[in-house]
């Protein structure tokens, strides 16, 4: 049966628009059948708009983490969701939710974990951290979402080279390119029932990604 699935989102929502084209190819086994949005200028929501998505603005209007992720939860419930994506939310995600959904909240983060990564580390932010820092290589990671914050097991990863005159915007935009990638690749995996977790570990089964269609576009 295909699932359905919640994206979260709080700005542009490119990756969101990448899912939707996707998943209404075929090449993702399931449906994008509801847009959260934490902030009610993100352009995700008119892309929501645009392909006829329902989609619910829930501000955080200084809720604890908690009160503000029981909000989400009972959103999702209702909608009957089999798999949640974070794709640029820039709220954290805690209690009731993270159990209830264990293994089935997927977020997306432009480094390769566990290197910047956590609390503040996003954007511009992130993007001129690694610059300044001097590493070679950055990249983007899809995991599932524990209680921490970019630390539940690792689906997939792929690098992208720091070039030397990068800027903070040149270096997002090539990451940003990986994530169109990556994303869809571990949600067309949790869609077909090809993730296990073990531990830290996240098992591919079922053959390897790599022969996806997903993988040659």
Known sequence: MSKRIAVLVSGNGSNLERLIELSRAGFIDGEISLVISSNEKAFALERAKRHSIPSRILHFNSRSCDAYSDVILQTIVDCEIDLIVLAGFLKILSGKIIERFRNRIINLHPSLIPSFCGKGMYGERLHRAVIESGVRITGATVHFVDGGTDTGPIILQEAVPVLCDDTA???????????????????????????????????????SYENSVVERL
Not at 177 to 184: W, Y
């Open 169 to 207: 915007e040149s270096l997002s935009g090539r990451v940003a390119l990986v994530e169109h990638r990556l994303l869809p690749k571990a949600v067309s995996l949790f869609c077909k029932d090809r993730l296990t977790v073990r531990g830290k570990r996240v098992l591919i089964t079922g053959g």
